[in-house]
Structure formats: C-alpha cells, structure tokens
C-alpha cells in the first residue's frame, strides 16, 4: 500500500478564526468503512460541539488522536485508505532483532508521515533517542533504590543522584494533560511501550500522590503516622478550563474591562403578562409552539428597541465610530453543561409573535442537546439572559463581546402590591438592563428599561407600540 492511497483528515476551522478543538467522541475505529458525508467524531470548540463529516469514501487505517485530546486546527486527525484495503493491525509487530550498529551508521527511518500537531515537525537528525531511553530509567531507578536502602540500613542519608535524568517519553496530547493536571511527567511511572508514558499513567499519578523517601527509623519501631489531608485527592476537583468555559471567561474578563458597565434596575408588575401567556397557550395560532413569560419579554425588548434604535449599537474601538445596526439578532443566554452559550435569532426584529415563538423554541432545544453551531451564536446585537429560572431576584449581567446592552429577568413570583388603591397579592418581577456607558447614557438606558416595563404591565401596548 502506497502512502497516496492513505487521506489525512484534518481539524477544520468549524467556527471564525478558531485555533483548536476538543475531540469529544470518535464514531469509528480503525478498519470500519466510511462514506462520504459520515459523521466521524464529535469535537467541542470555544463555542460549541460540532459532529465533523468525512469527505470521501474509503477505511479508516488509524485515529490519531483519542478522545479528550485537545487538537490544533489543520492537524490531521483520522487516516483514511481511499482504495478500500483492510486496514492495518493498530499496533505493528515487534521487529525481529538486528544486528547493533555503530554509532555512527544513520538508523532506517520509518515511513513519512503527517506531523502529530502544528508546530511538531518531523525530526531531521539521525540521531534515535528512543532505543536509548530504557537503560537510563532503569539505571536512576537503581541508585534510588541503593540510596533507600542505604538509609534503611542505618548508614546515613546518601544523595540521590538526578544529575543526567533523562526526558520522560510521552506524545504530545499526552504532554498536554500532564500540564492541565500539574502532574510532573519525571514522577510518572510508564507503562506503554519503550518506556513511553501514557493518559492512564498521567490518571493514575493523580489518583495516587507521589511517596517521598521515607526517612530513617527511629529508635524505637512506630506505625508511619497517616498521610496529610492535603494529600486527600477526595476533597478536591481539578477541572481543565477549555472549550466553551475557556472562551466564556476570556470573554467576559474582556467586556467587564473594556465597556465601562451601568445598571439600572425596575420592578414590574407582570400580573397581565401572565394571564397573557395562558391565553395564548390555547390560541390555535400558537400550537405546539413554546409559549412562556420570556417570549413577551422578548417582544417588549424588540418593541424598545424599535422605539429607541441606539440603544442596539457597538463601539468601534479601532475606528473610533459608534456603529447602530438596523436588524437585531437578539441572543438568548442559555446554561449548558459545557457552560454559558448565547445563541442568536437572526432578524428577530421582523418576526412576528408565532415566528419569534418558534424561533425561541429551536434555539431552546438545540442548546439542551449540544448541537448549537459557532454561527447561531455569531453576530448578536442584544441578549437576554433570564436568570429568574434559577428563583434569583435580578442580578448586574455582564455585557456580551460587541454588544451595548443586555436585559436581565428574575423570578415571577407573587408579592404585595398597590393595584388601585389596595394591597393585593400581584405577580412582580425585577428587570435589570446593564449597558455601555461609552455609547449609551443613562436617559437612553432608563427610556429601553422603562418601555420594557410598561409593555409587561400593560401588555397591549404590544399591538399599539408595535
């Protein structure tokens, strides 16, 4: 078999600009058919889980990479044989034992292959260290070994020689969770083959803390006392920040200290807006659609930003320009298990309430199953992020990147209130509207936040003001 039969299938920039992505799940092994348009694996990136096609028919020879390794884009993550063949064991035999060569006389190389990931190249020296790494280790671990017993015996601490300790054999994805665990590979006992260290060597070290040398016995015999509770790998959780968390937090550190944030805040009376809701829930024009306090709130916003259009605006720090958009792609904070997404509804400004209905709904469901794509959550003008779902009063919300406002809504519940002249159970809600203070002044924030509210606590003004 010739290497052009074999198709090197790389990470794909699935977003705008992205620089790597996480392998979630591989739906093939190595010797299975594919076609083209198969879904292969799913991948996870800053913005969401994307399930990638393979382009062409053929079998697939090997996976690069295993799941939760993070990939740069452009790197080749699947081998595929185009002409059909079988595809190889996933681990060749053993060589048959040759004869040692001088030092001198160049080692056969393997056959080319594509570089593991961006920025690794294929080594041009002739030099092989791999065949002399197993010696060393074995050699450090002796004197170890020696110094222990030394001390054991009652001869005195001897030193430790670590002069000459050779670098631990790992790949590079292996490499990379060693880091995002804070395991030091030089502690890391290896079991694959060569001497190489694999993911379940790195696991295995964190599970189990490393032993120091134990110092010399006392005099008289005692039980070894029980380890710190620092040691306790029980009490704590390390949790590797990438993905969606990872650009979320980037993203939010850099609006907070870029857009100078102001909030305001109103308590509404949503009393009708309620009996709104259920009213439409049995109108026929809003079957099987999802109807819900937050459609309405999400029409008043449209309607306020339609009466008052600067307040739908970014600042153009480059050129020095407020930009006012004349559409709005309105996004909806949705809480995921990979983290915060804001996923958009395009030219929700031109929909009418069913449509909007229906929007809300796919949006929705696609975000609880994971399949909202980068472009759904690219271009938004103005957010929503309802955090009364949560029974949370209100809250100061952050600013989405390239956005002027965002609206927060808390919990409906029932409270006191003056409803012509009298003290009567009511349901009230608390709306918090943050916004840039770089192109939005505090007249044109508290215009936006008080439109929203008067439409909630007179909803016909959905019909009048529209």
Same mark, same amino acid.
């Given at each position: 078999?010739?290497?052009a039969?074999?198709?090197?299938?790389?990470?794909?920039?699935?977003?705008?600009?992205?620089?790597?992505?996480?392998i979630?799940?591989?739906?093939?092994?190595?010797g299975?058919?594919?076609?083209?348009?198969?879904?292969?694996?799913?991948?996870?990136?800053?913005?969401?889980?994307?399930?990638?096609?393979?382009?062409?028919?053929?079998?697939?020879?090997?996976?690069?990479f295993?799941?939760?390794?993070?990939?740069?884009?452009?790197?080749?993550?699947?081998?595929?044989?185009?002409?059909?063949?079988?595809?190889?064991?996933?681990?060749?035999?053993?060589?048959a034992?040759?004869?040692?060569r001088?030092?001198?006389?160049?080692?056969?190389?393997?056959?080319?292959?594509?570089?593991?990931?961006?920025?690794?190249?294929v080594?041009?020296?002739?030099?092989r260290?791999?065949?002399r790494?197993?010696?060393?280790?074995?050699? #450090? &671990?002796?004197? *170890?070994?020696?110094?222990?017993?030394? !001390?054991?015996?009652?001869?005195? $601490? @001897? =030193?430790? /020689?670590? %002069?000459?300790a050779?670098?631990?054999?790992?790949?590079?994805?292996?490499?990379?969770?060693?880091?995002?665990?804070?395991?030091?590979?030089?502690?890391?006992?290896?079991?694959g083959?060569?001497?190489?260290?694999?993911?379940?060597?790195?696991? #295995? &070290?964190?599970? *189990?803390?490393?032993?120091?040398?134990? !110092?010399?016995?006392?005099?008289? $015999? @005692? =039980?070894? /006392?029980? %380890?710190?509770?620092?040691?306790?790998?029980?009490r704590?959780?390390?949790?590797?920040?990438?993905?969606?968390?990872?650009?979320?937090?980037?993203?939010?550190?850099?609006?907070?200290?870029?857009?100078?944030?102001?909030?305001?805040?109103?308590?509404?009376?949503v009393?009708?807006?309620?009996?709104?809701?259920? !009213?439409?829930?049995?109108?026929k024009?809003?079957?099987?659609?999802?109807?819900?306090?937050?459609?309405?709130?999400a029409?008043?916003?449209?309607?306020?930003?339609?009466?008052?259009?600067?307040?739908?605006?970014?600042?153009?720090?480059?050129?020095?320009?407020?930009?006012?958009k004349?559409?709005?792609?309105?996004?909806?904070?949705?809480?995921?298990?990979?983290?915060?997404?804001?996923?958009?509804?395009?030219?929700?400004?031109?929909?009418?309430?069913?449509?909007?209905?229906?929007?809300?709904?796919?949006?929705?469901?696609?975000?609880?199953?994971?399949?909202t794509?980068?472009?759904?959550?690219?271009g938004?003008?103005?957010?929503?992020?309802?955090?009364?779902?949560?029974?949370?009063?209100t809250?100061?919300?952050?600013?989405?990147?390239?956005?002027?406002?965002?609206?927060?809504?808390?919990?409906?519940?029932?409270?006191?209130?003056?409803?012509?002249?009298?003290?009567?159970?009511?349901?009230?809600?608390?709306?918090?509207?943050?916004?840039?203070?770089?192109?939005?002044?505090?007249?044109?924030?508290?215009?936006?936040?008080?439109?929203?509210?008067?439409?909630?606590?007179?909803?016909?003004?959905?019909?009048?003001?529209?």
């Open positions: 078999m010739t290497n039969s074999v198709r090197e299938f790389k990470m794909p920039d699935v977003g705008e600009g992205l620089t790597e992505a996480e979630l799940k591989w739906y093939v092994q190595p299975d058919t594919v076609t083209d348009g198969q879904v292969v694996c799913e991948v996870e990136t800053a913005k969401a889980a994307v399930e990638l096609p393979i382009p062409y028919d053929g079998v697939v020879r090997e996976l690069h295993p799941e939760g390794t993070t990939v740069d884009v452009g790197t080749s993550i699947i081998a595929v044989d185009v002409t059909g063949g079988a595809a190889p064991a996933t681990e060749a035999p053993a060589p034992a040759e004869p040692e001088a030092p001198e006389e160049p080692a056969a190389e393997p056959p080319a292959r594509q570089p593991v990931l961006v920025g690794y190249g080594a041009t020296s002739s030099t260290r791999r065949p790494k197993p010696a060393a280790p074995d050699a #450090a &671990a002796q004197q *170890v070994v020696a110094a222990v017993q030394q !001390e054991l015996n009652g001869h005195g $601490p @001897a =030193p430790v /020689p670590v %002069a000459g050779p670098r631990p054999l790992a790949k590079p994805p292996v490499r990379k969770l060693a880091k995002d665990l804070g395991v030091d590979l030089a502690t890391v006992t290896p079991t083959p060569d001497g190489i260290i694999t993911r379940e060597d790195v696991h #295995a &070290a964190v599970a *189990v803390p490393p032993q120091a040398v134990p !110092e010399a016995p006392a005099a008289v $015999p @005692a =039980p070894a /006392p029980a %380890a710190p509770a620092s040691y306790d790998t029980t704590e959780t390390r949790i590797p920040v990438k993905g969606v968390r990872k650009a979320t937090a980037a993203a939010m550190v850099g609006s907070a200290f870029t857009a100078p944030h102001v909030t305001e805040f109103v308590t509404v009376d009393t009708r807006t309620m009996k709104l809701v259920e !009213e439409l829930k049995q109108d024009e809003f079957t099987g659609l999802r109807v819900n306090p937050l459609l309405l709130i029409k008043a916003l449209l309607v306020a930003i339609r009466r008052n259009p600067d307040i739908n605006a970014s600042w153009d720090e480059a050129a020095q320009e407020i930009v006012v004349h559409y709005v792609n309105l996004g909806i904070a949705a809480a995921t298990p990979r983290g915060l997404i804001v996923p958009n509804i395009k030219d929700a400004h031109a929909k009418t309430l069913p449509e909007l209905a229906g929007s809300l709904g796919e949006l929705v469901s696609t975000a609880r199953e994971g399949k794509s980068p472009a759904a959550m690219q938004g003008t103005v957010t929503i992020t309802n955090v009364g779902v949560f029974g949370v009063d809250g100061t919300p952050i600013l989405n990147p390239g956005e002027s406002a965002i609206l927060a809504v808390g919990a409906i519940k029932p409270q006191p209130w003056v409803h012509k002249g009298k003290v009567k159970p009511r349901q009230v809600t608390t709306l918090a509207l943050s916004f840039d203070h770089r192109l939005v002044d505090g007249e044109l924030g508290s215009k936006v936040l008080a439109d929203v509210a008067a439409i909630l606590e007179q909803p016909k003004r959905l019909i009048s003001w529209a």
